[in-house]
């Protein structure tokens, strides 16, 4: 074999090559955005299950405002229903714009750009979803106050006053029990922040294999 047809060969050889990197290069590519897809997807249902269930606590709130179903006596009775009501009014807000934020089609979008700021977008969020866990929990155990006032006029106050702290007392564990336990923790940023980081991993060996 002469030294012609080795360097064809070789030539050969590197443009196979070549081809196969971008191939893989490719093909990953498409497998991340076929998986962001897949999340985006499943975050939307999520998202229209909780519209849908936070708009059934607006109507059952609004009952109760209207309705008075527990026989309340003082308005003060109801604020602890009307935090729980602006909770749930920012969540509607919450879910909406989040709606809004995913309908994105990947195939015209880039997929790196698109990472960065959905993860962007998590992270702006996470003051809101502050405010709601503590309007939930505060909501949660002043509840346990509004039957106070009702429970007096039926029983003793030393009675009723350890009924009414047992009842605070026993949400204020669970809430920490499902906050210990991940409940209200957000894991749909962490699956972003990981296909970023394999796209930045896969733009490094290319452009390592670049660069030899």
């Given at each position: ?42 975050i ?112 003793p ?20 029990i ?12 962490e ?6 980081k ?15």
């Open positions: 074999m002469n030294i012609d047809q080795l360097k064809t060969d070789w030539q050969r050889y590197n443009q196979k090559l070549e081809l196969s990197k971008r191939l893989n290069e490719e093909l990953i590519h498409s497998m991340l955005k076929e998986r962001s897809r897949s999340r985006i997807a499943k939307r249902r999520d998202n229209i299950v909780y519209m849908i269930l936070m708009m059934m606590n607006l109507v059952i709130l609004a009952a109760i405002f209207t309705g008075n179903p527990f026989d309340f006596k003082y308005a003060l009775q109801y604020i602890p229903y009307g935090i729980l009501a602006i909770g749930v009014l920012l969540a509607i807000v919450s879910l909406f714009k989040s709606l809004q934020s995913f309908n994105v089609n990947l195939n015209h979008v880039n997929l790196d750009f698109f990472l960065k700021k959905t993860i962007a977008e998590f992270e702006k969020n996470r003051k809101m979803e502050r405010w709601f866990g503590v309007i939930i929990v505060s909501a949660g155990v002043l509840t346990g106050l509004s039957f106070l006032p009702n429970k007096l006029q039926n029983k106050p030393g009675q009723a006053l350890i009924e009414t702290a047992v009842s605070m007392v026993l949400t204020v564990v669970i809430y920490i499902a906050f210990k336990l991940g409940a209200f923790k957000n894991r749909k940023k699956g972003f922040e990981n296909d970023l394999e796209l930045n991993t896969l733009k490094a060996i290319s452009s390592e294999l670049g660069d030899k």
